[in-house]
């Protein structure tokens, strides 16, 4: 009987001590918890959308750089006939090695600020290097 009169005591100043602590619920905290799933599915959504963009961008730069250093190779980076050489035998390769890196690279951008900016426009886009 006492053992019971003991433990319903110290339950009840339990509770009774938990009511005097700060509760911490303050509006920033209330805002992250309620914007949580909100960011999460912004992310989703830019990472989604990121992939394509960046395989597009990154691709096009990788074959302008490829063919840009074929023709360099060639002799002359700005002569015609060794840029056409360069879009020839550089091009593909420029393309599909910018393409995977653009894959992560966009990815990884649309992730990040699909998280911090969630439904934005720089979510969606990406700045000019």
Known sequence: MLKKLASSFILASALVGTMVAPSYADDDTFKTVCLFPVRVLGS???TVVGVPLGAV????????????????KLG??????????GALVGGPFGIVGGAAYGC???GWHGMKTGFEKPFSKEAFTFKED
Not at 76 to 85: A, H, P, S
């Open 76 to 85: 002359n980076e700005d002569g015609m006939y060794q840029q056409w050489t």
């Open 104 to 106: 992560f690279d966009g």
């Open 44 to 46: 989703g959504v830019g």
């Open 57 to 72: 961008k990154d691709g096009t730069k990788g074959a302008i750089m490829s063919t840009k250093w074929v023709a360099g």
